[in-house]
């Protein structure tokens, strides 16, 4: 396993060990000592998986503290571009966003520790999307973050995909400013 650290403190680029021969191939996606040995050393209580078609985007989400979650995410099928912003108001890049494509060819990984709003933008048609999650879904404390929001100036490659209500009528950056 490759771990690659990213210009933004925290985020971390999974690159895992792939076996191949004629059968298929065959990889970890998840060991809690390699994972500990570069400093991802928290307790997964939860994992989480979506199907989204090509030009879904979902996001930009995260949970208030004290529900705020670590996630390793990683696509089963298909392709994602996989978004991350910033949000922890004591960091010194705050307010910056990092984007990565994710899909199941390079089947990289992608670890997002708590204080980053999170989305993604399903590239293909039937993408399966998983997450490992530090910290249980509690509705309470979930928050949207505007995924167009001309502050962040986030390049989706895509000007109208499809979104939830909740995606749509996310706040904007200013109004999560403080929340983490």
């Not at 979902?58 to 996989?82: E, N, S, W, Y």
């Not at 910033?86 to 390079?106: C, K, M, P, V």
């Amino acid at each position: 396993m490759h771990i690659e650290k990213t210009p933004i403190e925290g985020l971390l680029i999974i690159h895992p060990q792939i076996f191949t021969d004629a059968r298929g191939h065959f990889y970890e996606s998840f060991n809690e000592r390699l994972f500990a040995e570069v400093g991802i050393d928290c307790k997964f209580v939860q994992d989480n998986q979506s199907f989204s078609q090509k030009n879904i985007l979902r996001g930009l989400h995260f949970q208030k503290t004290p529900h705020a979650q670590h996630k390793i995410v990683r696509v089963v099928h298909g392709a994602v571009l996989d978004v991350v912003v910033d949000i922890r108001s004591n960091s010194s890049t705050y307010g910056q966003h990092f984007s990565i494509l994710l899909n199941a060819e390079n089947k990289t990984m992608f670890y997002i520790p708590e204080g980053f709003a999170h989305g993604f933008l399903a590239l293909d048609n039937n993408t399966i999307f998983s997450y490992k999650c530090a910290g249980y879904y509690e509705q309470i404390a979930e928050e949207t973050l505007l995924w167009n929001d001309p502050q962040l100036n986030i390049d989706w490659g895509i000007t109208s995909p499809l979104l939830s209500t909740k995606d749509s009528n996310g706040k904007t950056f200013q109004q999560v400013d403080g929340l983490f």
